[in-house]
């Protein structure tokens, strides 16, 4: 079965300091994975797509299929990255992204 | 650039009533789908539509209905409805259906059962 984990709801960290936010998935193959963020009273937008392997708002993610993981990082973080992370996945047919339950990272000074 | 615009914003409905939630893709966009957000959760899988046909349904009961139109724009159908269907209701498009190509959402449409 596919299947995205997020395990951690709330993360919170104290500006400057590093973010690991993880996810875990379960999938036969390749599989195409993606961080969405939804800032607050904001839409749901694309943060990072894994074939790209870009660096956005100085957030990064490497996937590693032994571990069967996505873990988004970001070295320092800033106050404005407080939202809600998802870590999604699409299905088999391309059709469907399956999405963790996602995690609220905070930030603090 | 005009991103997905979804109407209404809000929606307060009656257990048993039908309600009509529509969607308008980015200009370019074939592909709509649909998710359902409840609290607490990651968005989950409604439906896919590629130039008008489904291409994908969830595990949503057949209350659930949806259609594309020629414009590719998108109307979602929820019949006899039930308390459990209050959640945050998600439009998205992307380029083609099965293009694994990333979707861009909508704000959403906040659908309360009462």
């Known amino acids: 079965a596919q299947r995205v984990t997020q395990p951690e709801k709330l993360l919170s960290v104290f500006k400057g300091a590093p973010v690991e936010l993880k996810c875990n998935y379960s999938y036969s193959g390749s599989p195409e994975l993606f961080w969405y963020v939804q800032y607050s009273r904001q839409r749901l937008q694309l943060l990072l797509r894994?074939?790209s392997r870009e660096s956005i708002k100085g957030f990064t993610a490497d996937l590693n299929k032994g571990e069967t993981s996505f873990h988004l990082k970001k070295p320092f973080a800033q106050e404005e990255d407080s939202a809600m992370y998802y870590c999604a996945l699409f299905n088999q047919a391309g059709t469907a992204l399956i999405f963790g339950k996602g995690t609220t990272l905070s930030v603090s000074s | 650039d005009a991103g997905v615009t979804q109407s209404p914003t809000h929606l307060i409905k009656t257990r048993g009533q039908h309600v009509t939630l529509r969607c308008s893709p980015i200009?370019?966009?074939?592909?709509v789908s649909w998710y359902q957000q409840v609290l607490g959760q990651g968005p989950q899988f409604i439906f896919q539509y590629y130039e008008k046909e489904e291409r994908g349904r969830g595990n949503f009961p057949d209350r659930f209905s949806a259609r594309q139109f020629p414009n590719y724009s998108s109307e979602l159908n929820v019949n006899a409805l039930l308390l459990g269907d209050s959640a945050l209701y998600l439009c998205a498009s992307s380029l083609a259906g099965t293009d694994f190509s990333p979707l861009h959402f909508g704000n959403g449409t906040r659908l309360t059962v009462t």
């Open positions: 894994h074939i």
């Open positions: 200009s370019g966009h074939k592909s």
